[in-house]
């Protein structure tokens, strides 16, 4: 069975530029989560996405923002980035919403200039 | 909310040696505990988990204990071998899919 994927794996933006970051969950699962790691701030929750619905959301401004596809396929962007946003941004996949196992995808780089 | 302290930050241990590395949390509602294993360059990997109905679960060299009176749990890592060498995170999610973790392990097995 494929694993969590994620693309682009490495992308380096400028300030006040907005992006897209995709997730593509292992077959058959419906849950989607979003971290962010920093060196600073280790792992962070972003947002879940169950069912095309946002579940549960972290503590970060609204410029990050997520949504998930049909097929459980899940996007975020992040709108007029800034410095501190660079970061590896990970998306984890799991059957179902709760308190279930999570399978993280190699994560997506992003550098902001 | 969830508060999951990680300590030691920084392994070192010869290689055929145990690591042994600890987490408490804050919020007793938390009733699943992974643990994950990130190499440079790659995402997390869970290697094994506990849920608050069972003290203690081992997989091969790893072992996961729990105690959910004190509110911390422990990863176990026996024979360690060069390839153990990695970061390894504990996580607790208070709520839902939301796992809080703690701020890593970084272990180096010296062969």
């Known amino acids: 069975k494929a694993g969590v994927t994620q693309t682009p794996r490495y992308l380096i933006k400028t300030r006040g530029q907005q992006v897209t970051l995709s997730c593509s969950p292992i077959s058959g699962h419906r849950s989607v989560s979003w971290y962010q790691q920093t060196p600073g701030q280790g792992l962070q929750f972003l947002f879940e996405y169950f069912s095309e619905t946002q579940r549960n959301k972290g503590n970060f401004p609204g410029r990050f923002s997520g949504r998930q596809f049909s097929n459980s396929r899940s996007e975020m962007n992040v709108s007029t980035l800034e410095l501190g946003d660079s970061a590896l941004y990970l998306c984890?996949?799991?059957?179902?919403?709760?308190?279930?196992?999570?399978?993280f995808g190699p994560g997506t780089r992003l550098t902001v200039l | 909310g969830e508060n999951v302290e990680q300590h030691p930050s920084t392994l070192s241990v010869q290689e055929g040696d145990s690591a042994v590395i600890k987490c408490t949390y804050s919020?007793?509602?938390?009733?699943?505990f992974p643990w994950y294993k990130q190499e440079l360059g790659k995402g997390p990997q869970l290697i094994i988990d506990?849920?608050?109905?069972?003290g203690e679960k081992k997989d091969q060299r790893i072992a996961v204990t729990l105690n959910k009176t004190a509110k911390h749990f422990s990863l176990h890592i026996t024979e360690t071998q060069p390839e153990d060498s990695a970061v390894y995170f504990c996580?607790?999610?208070?709520?839902?899919?939301?796992?809080?973790f703690g701020g890593g392990t970084r272990v180096l097995v010296k062969p």
């Open positions: 919020d007793s509602a938390s009733n699943y």
């Open positions: 506990i849920r608050s109905n069972v």
């Open positions: 984890a996949s799991s059957l179902t919403s709760g308190r279930v196992e999570q399978f």
């Open positions: 996580a607790a999610p208070p709520l839902s899919n939301k796992l809080t």
